[in-house]
C-alpha cells in the first residue's frame, strides 16, 4: 500500500481558512514581510462572500446616517476594484479577484483545497506546526510556523490544539448584558442557504421534490416576506438548537428542504406574480453564522459596543447592529431578526488571540466575543479587519520576537501605526508615524476651502469625523488651481508618497446579487466614487526647477503608494490633480512621505 508522505515546510506564519478574515490577515502579514501559508479547504476563496454560498460583505457602512463609516484598507482596496472589473456582479469574478489578490503576494504561498488535519504541539501551550492534506493531489503537509491564526470559522485546529473557546449563550448576569438570556444555554445563531432565480420571460413550471417542504399558505411564511424573488432569503434559517459543527449535514438537508418549499409556494400557490422566474442556482454549503468563539485575554460584550467602548489597544473596529435572530429560525413563527443599533466601537488585540495558547490569533467569526456582542462582530467587512490587524499584529510579533500577549504591551502602538499607514481606521488613534515626514513640513496650496484647508492633510485623521472633515479641497479644477505643496527646511530623501483620497465613506460600498438592494437603496455606490481622484502628478524641486516624478492617469483606488527607485532628494514637491471620476473639486485626506 501506498502511503502518502508528508513534506515539511517552514513558515513565519500560517493562517487556516479563506474566507475575509484570513484573506486580509494572510495579506497583511505577507506585504509586512512575514513568510506566510494561507490553508483554505475550499476550491475558492472569500468564505460566505464565495461563489459557494454568495452572501454579500455587509458592514458599518449598512448604517446611513451620514458619517463615514465604512470599512477601508485591504477590504476597501479589494471592493473598489471590483467595481471596475465586475460591473455585471458575478460572483465568480469575485472569487477570482481574491484569488488574484493573494497570489500576487510575493512573500504568500496559497494552498486551495487543502484541509488542516490537526495541529502538532511543541508543548502543552505552543503549537508548533499544522497537518494538512491536499485531497485531490494526494499530497500532506507539515506546516511548521511561528504563529498561526485559526480564521476557520468553526476553529477546530485551535479546539484540537486546547484553545479555550465557548460555544452557545452567555447568560445575562455574567457579563450584564440585557440582551441576554436569564440562563446560559447552547443555543447559537442557525445557519442559512441562499438561492438565486431569473426571469426566463415565458412561463417556466416547478415541480417540488416530494423531499421538500409543503407551504401552501402565506401564513407559513409569517414574519417572513418573499416579494423579490431573484436572490433568496437570508431568513431561510435553521439549526441554531443543535451543534452547528457535528450536525452541518443534517442542517443542509433541512434547509434545502425549507428553500425548496419556499420556492414552491412562490411558484405555485397564490398570487406572486413569478409565473416566468426560474431557479438556477441554490446553495449546497451552508452558511455558517456561528459556532465556536474562543476566549482570549478580553471578551467583547453588550456593553463595549453599546457605548462606543475606546481600547488603548484597539486594532479594528465595528458599527453592525447588534443583530440576534430566534433560535428555531424559520420556524419561529416571530420576526426573524431583532437589530439594535450600536455606534462605532473599537475591537482590541486582546480579543484577537487565545489566552491560554502562546502563538494562537484568531480573527473572523470567532473572536473572543460573547453570543451577544459576537451578533455584531460576525458580519464579514469587521471580520476582514480583523483578520488584517491580525496580520499586521504577527508582522511586528516576529520583527521583535514577542507573543501575542507581550506585544499589547510592548509594541501595540506600532502595530497602531502600521494599520493606519496601510489606510486602516482606528476610532480613538490618528498618524502619529515619527518616520513620516510630512509631519514636519509646511503644507500649502493653491487654493483651499473654509474647513478643508491644506494643513488638514497631516492633522492624522484620513476620513472625515463628526463635522470635521480632515481633508484638502481645491477650488474647481477648470480653474486649474489645483495642487498642494509640502516643503521642508532642508532637503529631505524620500523613498515614497502616500496619498488618501475620497471614496465617499459615507456610502456603503458593498458587492451584491440582492437587485432589491442593488436598485433600491439610495446610498449605495453603483460605480467609482466622483470624489476619488482619477488623473494626478506628482512634481519635486530639483536644482530649484519642479521636475514631473510621476505621474498616474486612471486611478481607482482610495489609497496610493508611490515608490521612487532612485529616492528623491528634494525640498518639495508637489501634488497635481488633474481630474476626479465626476466631482468638479480635488479632495486629499493624507499625504505621507517616507
Same mark, same amino acid.
Given at each position: 500500500?501506498?502511503?502518502?508522505?508528508?513534506?515539511?515546510?517552514k513558515?513565519?506564519?500560517?493562517?487556516i =481558512?479563506?474566507g475575509?478574515?484570513?484573506?486580509c490577515?494572510?495579506?497583511?502579514?505577507?506585504?509586512?514581510?512575514?513568510?506566510t501559508?494561507?490553508l483554505?479547504?475550499?476550491?475558492?476563496?472569500?468564505? @460566505?462572500?464565495?461563489?459557494?454560498?454568495?452572501?454579500?460583505?455587509g458592514?458599518?457602512d449598512?448604517?446611513?446616517?451620514g458619517?463615514a463609516?465604512?470599512?477601508t484598507? #485591504?477590504?476597501?482596496?479589494l471592493?473598489?476594484?471590483?467595481?471596475?472589473?465586475?460591473?455585471?456582479r458575478?460572483?465568480?469574478?469575485?472569487d477570482?479577484?481574491?484569488y488574484?489578490?493573494v497570489?500576487?503576494?510575493?512573500?504568500?504561498?496559497l494552498?486551495?483545497n487543502?484541509?488542516?488535519l490537526?495541529?502538532?504541539?511543541e508543548?502543552? @501551550?505552543r503549537i508548533?506546526?499544522?497537518r494538512?492534506?491536499?485531497?485531490?493531489?494526494?499530497?500532506?503537509?507539515i506546516f511548521?510556523?511561528e504563529?498561526?491564526a485559526d480564521?476557520?470559522?468553526d476553529?477546530q485546529?485551535?479546539?484540537?490544539?486546547?484553545?479555550?473557546?465557548?460555544?452557545?449563550?452567555?447568560s445575562k448576569q455574567e457579563?450584564n448584558?440585557?440582551?441576554?438570556?436569564?440562563?446560559a444555554?447552547?443555543?447559537?445563531l442557525?445557519?442559512s442557504i441562499l438561492?438565486m432565480?431569473?426571469?426566463?420571460e415565458?412561463?417556466?413550471?416547478?415541480v417540488?421534490?416530494e423531499w421538500?417542504?409543503?407551504?401552501?399558505s402565506?401564513?407559513?411564511?409569517?414574519?417572513?416576506?418573499?416579494?423579490?424573488?431573484?436572490? =433568496?432569503?437570508?431568513?431561510?434559517?435553521? =439549526?441554531?438548537?443543535?451543534?452547528t459543527?457535528?450536525d452541518?449535514?443534517?442542517?443542509r438537508?433541512?434547509l434545502?428542504?425549507?428553500?425548496?418549499?419556499?420556492?414552491?409556494?412562490i411558484? @405555485?400557490?397564490g398570487?406572486?406574480?413569478?409565473?416566468n422566474?426560474?431557479l438556477e442556482w441554490?446553495?449546497m454549503?451552508?452558511?455558517?453564522r456561528e459556532?465556536?468563539?474562543?476566549?482570549g485575554?478580553?471578551?467583547?460584550?453588550q456593553?463595549d459596543?453599546?457605548s =462606543?467602548?475606546t481600547?488603548?489597544d484597539?486594532?479594528?473596529?465595528?458599527?453592525?447592529?447588534?443583530?440576534?435572530?430566534?433560535?428555531?429560525?424559520?420556524?419561529a413563527r416571530?420576526?426573524?431578526c431583532?437589530?439594535?443599533?450600536?455606534p462605532l466601537?473599537?475591537?482590541?488585540?486582546r480579543?484577537?488571540y487565545?489566552?491560554?495558547?502562546? @502563538?494562537?490569533?484568531f480573527?473572523g467569526?470567532?473572536?473572543?466575543?460573547?453570543h451577544?456582542?459576537?451578533?455584531?462582530t460576525?458580519i464579514?467587512?469587521?471580520?476582514?479587519?480583523?483578520?488584517q490587524?491580525?496580520?499586521?499584529? *504577527?508582522? *511586528?510579533?516576529h520583527?521583535?520576537?514577542?507573543?501575542?500577549?507581550?506585544? *499589547?504591551?510592548?509594541g501595540i502602538?506600532?502595530?497602531?501605526?502600521?494599520?493606519?499607514?496601510d489606510?486602516?481606521?482606528?476610532?480613538g488613534?490618528?498618524n502619529?508615524?515619527k518616520?513620516d515626514l510630512?509631519r514636519?513640513?509646511?503644507?500649502?496650496?493653491?487654493?483651499?476651502?473654509?474647513?478643508k484647508?491644506?494643513?488638514?492633510?497631516?492633522?492624522?485623521?484620513?476620513r472625515?469625523?463628526g463635522?470635521?472633515?480632515?481633508?484638502?479641497?481645491?477650488?474647481?479644477?477648470?480653474s486649474?488651481?489645483?495642487w498642494l505643496?509640502?516643503?521642508?527646511?532642508k532637503s529631505?530623501?524620500?523613498?515614497?508618497v502616500q496619498?488618501?483620497?475620497?471614496?465617499?465613506?459615507e456610502?456603503q460600498? #458593498?458587492f451584491?446579487?440582492?437587485?432589491?438592494?442593488?436598485?433600491?437603496?439610495?446610498?449605495?455606490?453603483?460605480?467609482?466614487?466622483q470624489?476619488?481622484?482619477r488623473?494626478f502628478?506628482?512634481?519635486?524641486l530639483i536644482d530649484n526647477?519642479?521636475q514631473s516624478?510621476?505621474?498616474?492617469k486612471?486611478?481607482i483606488?482610495r489609497?496610493?503608494?508611490?515608490c521612487?527607485?532612485?529616492?528623491?532628494?528634494?525640498?518639495?514637491i508637489?501634488?497635481?490633480?488633474?481630474?476626479?471620476h465626476g466631482h468638479?473639486?480635488?479632495?486629499?485626506?493624507?499625504?505621507r512621505?517616507y
Open positions: 500500500m501506498t502511503r502518502i508522505q508528508a513534506e515539511t515546510l513558515y513565519d506564519f500560517a493562517v =481558512g479563506g475575509m478574515a484570513g484573506v490577515a494572510a495579506i497583511s502579514a505577507a506585504r509586512h514581510g512575514c513568510k501559508a494561507l483554505q479547504d475550499r476550491p475558492v476563496l472569500g468564505g @460566505n462572500s464565495s461563489s459557494e454560498i454568495r452572501m454579500h460583505i458592514g458599518a449598512s448604517i446611513s446616517d458619517q463609516r465604512r470599512e484598507g #485591504i477590504l476597501e482596496e471592493r473598489l476594484e471590483n467595481l471596475v472589473r465586475n460591473p455585471q458575478s460572483p465568480s469574478l469575485w477570482l479577484l481574491l488574484e489578490w497570489k500576487r503576494e510575493p512573500n504568500l504561498d494552498y486551495l487543502t484541509l488542516a490537526e495541529p502538532i504541539m508543548s502543552g @501551550n508548533r506546526a499544522v494538512a492534506r491536499q485531497m485531490a493531489s494526494e499530497r500532506e503537509w511548521e510556523a504563529y498561526f480564521c476557520s470559522g476553529g485546529i485551535g479546539a484540537q490544539a486546547g484553545a479555550d473557546y465557548r460555544m452557545g449563550c452567555e457579563f448584558e440585557s440582551l441576554a438570556e436569564l440562563k444555554d447552547n443555543y447559537v442557525g445557519s438561492f432565480a431569473r426571469d426566463m415565458r412561463p417556466m413550471p416547478f417540488r421534490p421538500a417542504h409543503h407551504y401552501p402565506d401564513d407559513d411564511l409569517s414574519f417572513r416576506p418573499h416579494g423579490n424573488y431573484r436572490y =433568496g432569503y437570508w431568513w431561510i434559517e435553521w =439549526g441554531g438548537h443543535l451543534d459543527i457535528k452541518n449535514e443534517r442542517i438537508d433541512e434545502l428542504k425549507i428553500a425548496l418549499g419556499v420556492w414552491d409556494h411558484k @405555485n400557490h398570487e406572486h406574480g413569478a409565473e422566474w426560474a441554490i446553495g454549503a451552508p452558511g455558517k459556532s465556536r468563539r474562543f476566549a485575554d478580553y471578551m467583547l460584550c456593553g459596543l453599546e =462606543g467602548r481600547f488603548e484597539e486594532v479594528a473596529y465595528g458599527g453592525w447592529p447588534i443583530d440576534v435572530h430566534p433560535i428555531k429560525g424559520f420556524e416571530e420576526h426573524p431583532q437589530q439594535i443599533q450600536v466601537y473599537s475591537i482590541p488585540l480579543s484577537l487565545s489566552r491560554n495558547m502562546e @502563538n494562537l490569533f480573527a467569526r470567532n473572536i473572543s466575543a460573547t451577544i456582542a459576537f451578533a455584531s460576525r464579514m467587512a469587521t471580520c476582514a479587519l480583523a483578520g490587524a491580525v496580520g499586521t499584529s *504577527v508582522a *511586528v510579533c520583527e521583535k520576537g514577542l507573543l501575542p500577549r507581550e506585544v *499589547v504591551q510592548k502602538g506600532e502595530i497602531q501605526q502600521k494599520l493606519l499607514a489606510d486602516c481606521f482606528l476610532p488613534h490618528k502619529d508615524d518616520n510630512v514636519q513640513a509646511r503644507i500649502t496650496a493653491d487654493s483651499e476651502q473654509c474647513g484647508e491644506a494643513g488638514k492633510i497631516k492633522d492624522g485623521v484620513a472625515p469625523v463635522d470635521n472633515e480632515h481633508c484638502w479641497e481645491s477650488a474647481s479644477l477648470e486649474q488651481a489645483n505643496e509640502i516643503k521642508w527646511d529631505v530623501v524620500i523613498r515614497s496619498l488618501t483620497f475620497d471614496s465617499e465613506l456610502k460600498l #458593498i451584491t446579487l440582492d437587485d432589491d438592494l442593488y436598485s433600491h437603496k439610495p446610498n449605495l455606490l453603483k460605480g467609482l466614487p470624489r476619488l481622484i488623473d502628478e506628482i512634481q519635486a526647477s519642479w516624478v510621476r505621474a498616474v486612471g486611478n483606488q489609497m496610493r503608494r508611490e521612487f527607485q532612485p529616492v528623491l532628494n528634494t525640498q518639495a508637489r501634488i497635481i490633480c488633474k481630474a476626479t468638479a473639486k480635488a479632495r486629499i485626506f493624507e499625504v512621505a
